[in-house]
């Protein structure tokens, strides 16, 4: 961020005083940039090479790199999940930042035909119907949630509970929250939204879609069933990930994990690749510029969860390790070379 707001009641417990208001703060963005110009200048003002001043050169330029590999990676990284069950695979990576609607039509049994509307068109209609000549009917937004909860039928209100007239929404509720300022562990936002089919003008009735739905919600318009789900954003691969087996190591006697690993299986016939590949903690599977992690599994051990990661400047923190430990050793080993022919003279 080039700045962040800060709540004044941050530093005061709301309990002792009640502080309203906040105030500006300069962001990442503009606290690294400052940082980056700050040691340009001070090399430009006072730069003389010689071999005294290598080492702090060095050590410098290696804080440089890594400022320059920070900007690359929050420009250009790419990370998202794939979960595939025990026995199941996967072909595509899900994007936890950002959402969908996906309208599937599943009448042909070799492929099915996927129209899908991205949040940020969700949360920018309006009330007005989004409509396309591939879509079977149009989609108003009634409401729209960045991150929401959804109430069980004994936590919801019943005019909680009719705010949908079909689907799932007759049974649960969603309800908008504060959405995580990424400060909050591992927690995301999962958004919700309560919308109304129509069909050459008439009301196909108003659905909740929330990626914490289970199953996808069926639709009819005429002879022709569809199904539609609010879900994370899917990003398709050539390749397909199998999950042959998982498993959750214990530590004896207790509920601590201490190890994970998947088992599976990369195919990819457009490069011939088919080969089975061990991911553990710490031991990640590298291909086709992506990164494979062992990140969670499923609650009932049943499957797994890969953290997938494309960095174009993955190497940048290495280098720059390397350049600031050498520039270290030369600044520290010029300084004790000098000190011990001083004691000798």
Known sequence: SLFVLIPFQLFVPAKVLGIPGVFPFP????????????????????????????GMIATHAGVLLLLVGEFVTGAFAKEGNMTIAEGQSANYIEDTRTSELAIIDRSDPADDLVVVVPASLLAESAQAPITSGV?????????????????????????????????????VAAVAVDVVTGVDGADIDTP???????????????????????????????????????????????????????KHDRFVGTETARNFSSL???SDPTERVDREVLISMNN??????????QAS??????????????????????????LVSLGLLLHFGARLSSSVRRKIA
């Not at 009634?142 to 209100?157: C, F």
């Not at 990640?284 to 992690?293: C, I, N, Q, S, V």
């Open 192 to 246: 919700a939204a309560y919308i109304e089919l129509l069909h050459d003008g008439t009301s196909l009735g108003t659905y909740m879609v929330s990626p914490r739905l289970n199953a996808p919600q069926t639709v009819v318009v005429g002879a022709k069933r569809y199904d539609i789900a609010l879900r994370f954003e899917r990003n398709y691969r050539s390749y397909t990930v199998s999950l042959l087996d998982f």
């Open 297 to 322: 599994f499923a609650p009932d051990d049943s499957g797994t969860v890969l953290q997938v990661v494309r960095n174009p400047g993955w190497m940048l923190p290495y280098l720059s390790c390397a």
């Open 284 to 293: 990640p599977l590298r291909y086709a510029g992506e990164t494979f992690y």
């Open 27 to 54: 962001g990442g963005m503009t606290l690294g940039v400052l940082l980056f110009v700050n040691l340009l200048a001070a090399h430009a003002v006072r730069f003389t090479l010689s071999w005294k001043r290598a």
């Open 135 to 171: 879509m079977p009917f149009a989609v108003r937004v009634i409401e729209w949630m960045p991150n929401a909860r959804v109430l069980g039928p004994m936590q919801a209100s019943k005019q909680q509970l009719a705010r949908a007239t079909v689907g799932t929404g007759t049974q």
């Open 264 to 266: 599976v299986r990369l």
